[in-house]
């Protein structure tokens, strides 16, 4: 491969984590973990997206992989299985939704956020 293809190689694989990072509304631009690891609230957003608040009453906005929260119109229970050995959330835990059946997602993305607008009507964040 000569300098030229690796380069544009190299844009491609990295142009959809730039898109990932675009800037939203209300959200960080900076991946995080949830430190307590406890979620108390939980509010689906837009696609596969969960706001979730945890036990200091900070917002975050977990995006899950692709097509995970199809068909589902709510979501009644949901755990979280975290990998960390302190029960901190972060890019390796599991999302377990309990809908009549399992499902398992897996965390794509994890920001910083304000509350939803399910939860405060003066949010900035978009669910259209």
């Given amino acids: 491969m000569n300098a030229r293809h690796w380069i544009l190689a190299s844009a491609l694989a990295v142009s959809p984590a730039l898109a990932a990072a675009a800037s939203l509304p209300g959200v960080s631009d900076k991946e995080t973990t949830i430190r307590s690891g406890e979620i108390r609230e939980l509010h689906p957003g837009t696609g596969d ?19 995970c929260l199809d068909g589902l119109a709510t979501i009644p229970t949901a755990s979280f299985l ?17 809908n009549g059946g399992q499902r398992r997602c897996a ?22």
């Avoid at 939803?116 to 964040?125: A, E, R, T, Y």
């Fill in 49 to 67: 997206v969960l706001f979730v608040r945890d036990r200091e009453n900070k917002w975050y906005r977990v995006a899950l992989n692709e097509g």
């Fill in 82 to 98: 975290s990998r960390d050995v302190t029960g901190r959330i972060d890019l390796f835990a599991t999302v377990v939704i309990e």
């Fill in 107 to 128: 965390i794509e993305s994890i920001r910083r956020s304000v509350a939803p607008p399910q939860v405060d009507s003066k949010s900035p964040i978009t669910l259209d």
